[in-house]
């Protein structure tokens, strides 16, 4: 049934006028952008509806809104023009000899080693290629994923109900730690309690990240509020200069800021968080056939995350004395 509707009824112009669809809630509005008449534009929903037996679209005064069929065909419709339109870039630029184009997102802690070296490796193989990386949080990245806007995410599924339509290569969880200034009034206290850090000022990733949520689950759990002086932001150097030159503390895993620990600017508080973050990894979507760039870039996230994990158990082996 699915193959017959696809190759026996759908046609791009249905294609542009769902994603046109999804952008205005006007069947006038959305016709004039796909280049049809309103008429026209009328029929095919109505062809489209008529095939698959279902609505796709309520009328209403205004304009149209989509139903859950309405919302998951508008958004495949972008994934296979966003196709179309890569295949079209991957074309083009082969043709001119520059190599094509890879775009990836990734969660920050994996971008101190994991993500230069696969770069790295990325460019000696590939070198007439352009890289596209975009830092943000998972489920944000994953949506663009699946939206056909990124290649691969190196990052976490969060969302079960996107486990289909993805693969998933676990790579490692991290640890954070409590991240201060070599000067901060707490470093070596002993004895260091949760009731006395909830005072402090605090830098803090967005709401609804996966760590802000821990973090807060934390303090509620010992009967406390969340910290009320907070900077909120995901931007590395911007945390590395607040926590450097203030007396505001981070939750971090150490990699981001390895850097500063060994010089002595930073310390880490001898306060155990309990906070382990979900295993994060290499994501891509599932059915969908990389480029040929895409498929060296992700070659070389294997082979960095393994050469990462190789190093991080060779370190947790060593004496506590030795390690850096």
């Known amino acids: 049934m699915s193959d017959r509707f696809v190759r026996s009824h759908l046609k791009m112009r249905h294609l542009i006028l769902l994603v046109e669809l999804g952008r205005h809630a006007s069947i006038a ?3 004039a952008a796909a280049r049809l008449t309103q008429p ?16 796709l679209f309520e009328r209403m005064a205004r304009g149209v809104v989509p139903t859950w069929a309405g919302k998951m065909l508008i958004r495949r419709a972008g994934v296979a ?15 001119s000899g520059i190599g094509g184009r890879v775009a990836i997102g990734s969660v920050l ?15 000696a193989r590939s070198q007439k290629a352009s890289l596209v990386v975009d830092f943000s949080t998972s489920k944000s990245m994953v949506e663009r994923l699946l939206d056909g806007q990124l290649d691969m995410v190196l990052g976490r599924i969060l969302d079960t109900s996107t486990v289909p339509l993805l693969n998933f290569e676990p790579i490692t969880d991290e640890v954070h730690h409590l991240i201060v200034r070599a000067t901060h009034p707490l470093v070596g206290r002993a004895n260091l309690q949760l009731a006395e850090l909830v005072e402090q000022s605090w830098i803090v990733p ?13 303090f ?9 002086e907070t900077v909120e932001t995901l931007s590395v150097p911007l945390v590395v200069s607040l926590v450097t030159n203030t007396d505001m503390l981070v939750a971090l895993p150490k990699e981001l800021v390895q850097a500063q620990l060994a010089a002595g600017e930073l310390v880490a508080l001898p ?8 295993v994060y990894g290499i994501i891509t979507r599932q059915g969908h056939v990389l480029s040929p ?9 294997r082979e960095a995350a393994a050469v990462e994990l190789a190093a991080s158990r060779k370190q947790r082996a060593l004496p506590a004395g030795l390690r850096a």
């Open 109 to 123: 802690t994996p971008a101190t080693n994991i993500l230069m070296q696969a770069i790295k490796l990325f460019k």
């Open 81 to 95: 023009l966003a196709e179309m339109d890569a295949a079209h870039f991957e074309i083009s630029t082969l043709l």
């Open 29 to 31: 509005n959305a016709a």
């Open 220 to 228: 509620l759990s010992e009967g406390l509020d969340p910290p009320v």
């Open 206 to 218: 967005p709401a609804g990240s996966i760590l802000r949520d821990r973090l807060t689950a934390l």
């Open 271 to 278: 306060f155990d968080l309990k906070l382990r973050m979900d």
């Open 40 to 55: 026209s534009a009328s029929r095919l929903i109505s062809d489209l509806e008529h095939v698959l037996g279902i609505q």
């Open 293 to 301: 760039g895409a498929e060296i870039m992700v070659d070389a996230l």
